[in-house]
């Protein structure tokens, strides 16, 4: 069986190709940061009006490096949501619709999930049940996940998502857009144990997270200490060694907490070279494992919402003729794989 897969939530075009017995057969991506970077954030409607020219396109690509035809597809998976409304629409317009003219199923995916299930597609992928850290420019939460459909959202962000926490942080530091990459490269020249940013909402049990004050912070020391180019690099470094120490803590605990054995770090914040290898200590800690999808698949990509999309696909559960996007979804509410 054979799936494509659309991405739109947010500022890349995704697109791709996943046959269950083969693998992934290809996958597309155009980002947009280019298209964003002068407006310092992503502008929706100028999001919107470029998935509508760079979709299509690349559904060709994709078939044409799959070296398939629309024949052999059996299926059409598209992200309804979380993200922008305008955004999804595109997504949701395009694979619904094409689903309708080739005769196949379409498949409404959960834009979390295909994150969260983007470590399957790696030869060496984790077992359920896990601990999810799901980490993106939009959301931070901790998942008990028992298996596909069946989360358990033991701690999510009150203000700001971690991905925000870096963008915002960066851009008070005058990166481009999106800064965390960058914020990430000008911590590697910075002195470690000059500067001390606090770890939000450690001192007290529970496993929310809070990012917004990091900013503030990195923004008073800015003020106070000045903006030279170490002086940038040790707030650089600090503020991500308090974001990586925070997310640490918070995944001990979860694990304490449910006894589970292997975790999973998805969302663009997982690209973080120095998260990985923190957590990668700590698991080795407690013999555990952790596990984690190739850098291109943390990110934004058709690749996890083609995988995330076979899984309902094969378990039978697809769209009704309608086009679906939702903006807000809770992860919790999504049905189990088996009913
Ligand atoms: O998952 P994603 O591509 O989009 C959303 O679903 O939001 O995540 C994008 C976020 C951005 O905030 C970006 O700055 C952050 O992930 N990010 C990073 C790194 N790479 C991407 N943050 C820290 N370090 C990185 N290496
Ligand atoms: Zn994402």
Redesign the pocket.
């Known amino acids: 069986m054979r799936i494509l897969g659309l991405e739109t ?2 500022d ?1 075009t995704g697109v791709a190709i996943y046959d269950d017995e083969q693998g992934l057969l290809a996958h597309r991506l155009y980002s947009q940061v280019k298209l964003h970077a002068d407006y310092g954030g992503v502008v929706p409607e100028l999001a919107s009006r470029d998935h509508v020219r760079k979709t299509i396109p690349l559904i060709k690509e994709a078939l044409a490096e799959a070296n398939c035809s629309k024949e052999d597809i059996d299926g059409i998976a598209f992200t309804a949501g979380p993200g922008l409304v305008g955004a999804l629409l595109v997504g949701s317009t395009i694979g619904r619709s094409l689903a309708y003219a080739w005769g196949v199923p379409a498949v409404a995916v959960h ?1 979390m999930e295909g ?1 969260l299930l983007a470590p399957m597609l790696e030869d060496d992928h984790p077992e359920f049940p896990f601990l999810a850290l799901l980490v ?4 931070s939460m901790m998942v008990n996940v028992q298996g596909i459909g069946e989360y358990e959202i033991l701690g999510e962000s009150v203000d700001d998502a971690a ?2 926490a ?2 915002k942080t960066a851009k008070l530091m005058g990166l481009d857009y ?4 960058l ?2 490269k000008l911590a590697e020249q910075g002195t470690p144990g000059r500067f001390k940013f606090p770890r939000p909402m450690t001192d007290k049990p529970g496993l929310d997270f809070s990012f917004s004050g990091l900013k503030t912070f990195a923004a008073n020391t800015i003020h106070s200490e000045g903006d030279d180019e170490q002086t940038r690099a040790d707030i650089a470094y600090a503020f991500q060694d308090a974001v990586i120490d925070t997310l640490g803590i918070k995944c001990r605990r979860a694990l304490d907490q449910t006894g589970l054995k292997s975790l999973v770090i998805a ?3 997982s ?3 120095q998260l990985r290898e923190q957590l990668e200590v700590m698991m080795k800690k407690r013999n555990g494992r952790v596990y984690y999808p190739r850098p291109e698949f ?3 990509n058709g690749a996890m919402i083609a995988y995330a999309g076979m899984q309902r696909l094969k378990a039978g559960q697809f769209e009704s003729l309608s086009i679906t996007a939702k903006p807000r979804w809770p992860i919790d509410t999504l049905e189990p794989l088996t009913k």
């Open positions: 939530s947010c890349e834009h994150h993106s420019g939009g959301h991905g925000e870096f963008d999106p800064g965390g990459p914020l990430a969302g663009g914040v690209a973080n070279k943390c990110t934004d």
